[in-house]
């Protein structure tokens, strides 16, 4: 069973621009989670999509979004870059929205602004 | 004060060691709770993953919680160098719209062979 794919591995970006990162949950998934992993800050929750909605979403500033496909997957996007944005961008998706589902992660998309 | 708090380590053990990794939590709602490893580069993989307190044992990894103290430890028996890795303590409750994890801080674990 394939895991959780994200991409790009990797990302250059400048102050001001926009990114779009992109997850495909495992195969059955119907839940995507993306957190934001800083130097220093931990494992933060940004986004929860769940059957092409958004159900809940963590304490970032609304440049911070995206959203979910028919087939599952996902993008997060963020516009106007800035410094404190460079992170581990984390994607982990869960077989449904019941509690008892445990979150399988993705091996990130790291972001760096410069 | 933070949610979870997790021991910071860094811990270093000689191989064969057994490990203790501890976190504690403040909010009761915390209803599930797992234990993450994370090598270098890579994402978090799922290592153990209960409701009820109690112990949970698979292969060298024991989890164990105590919601009454609002503990949680993950033990691992005859530690190995390939056990080197940082371990997240994670949770979430079974309020509402609410199915995002907390983390801890985590723990950076060096097994030395």
């Known amino acids: 069973e394939a895991g959780v794919t994200q991409s790009p591995t990797h990302l250059i970006k400048t102050r001001g621009q926009q990114v779009t990162l992109r997850c495909s949950p495992i195969s059955g998934h119907t839940s995507v989670y993306w957190y934001q992993q800083a130097l220093g800050l931990g494992l933060q929750f940004l986004l929860w999509?769940?059957?092409?909605?958004?159900?809940n979403r963590g304490n970032f500033p609304p440049r911070f979004s995206g959203r979910q496909f028919p087939n599952y997957s996902s993008e997060l996007n963020v516009n106007a870059l800035e410094l404190e944005d460079s992170a581990l961008y984390l994607c982990?998706?869960?077989?449904?929205?019941?509690?008892?589902?445990?979150?399988?992660f993705g091996d990130g998309t790291r972001l760096s602004i410069l | 004060q933070k949610e979870v708090e997790q021991d910071p380590g860094p811990l270093s053990v000689p191989e064969g060691a057994i490990v203790s990794l501890n976190c504690t939590y403040s909010n009761s709602a915390f209803q599930y709770f797992m234990w993450y490893r994370q090598y270098s580069r890579k994402g978090p993989e799922l290592l153990m993953y209960?409701?009820?307190?109690g112990n949970k044992e698979d292969g060298r990894f024991t989890a164990q919680v105590d919601k009454s103290s609002k503990y949680i430890s993950l033990f691992i028996r005859d530690s190995q160098p390939s056990d080197s890795a940082t371990y997240l303590c994670?949770?979430?409750?079974?309020?509402?719209?609410?199915?995002?994890?907390?983390f801890g801080s985590g723990t950076q674990l060096t097994v030395l062979p």
């Open positions: 209960t409701y009820s307190s």
């Open positions: 982990a998706s869960s077989r449904d929205r019941g509690y008892d589902q445990p979150q399988h």
């Open positions: 994670a949770m979430t409750s079974l309020r509402g719209s609410a199915r995002q994890l907390t």
């Open positions: 999509y769940d059957e092409g909605e958004e159900r």
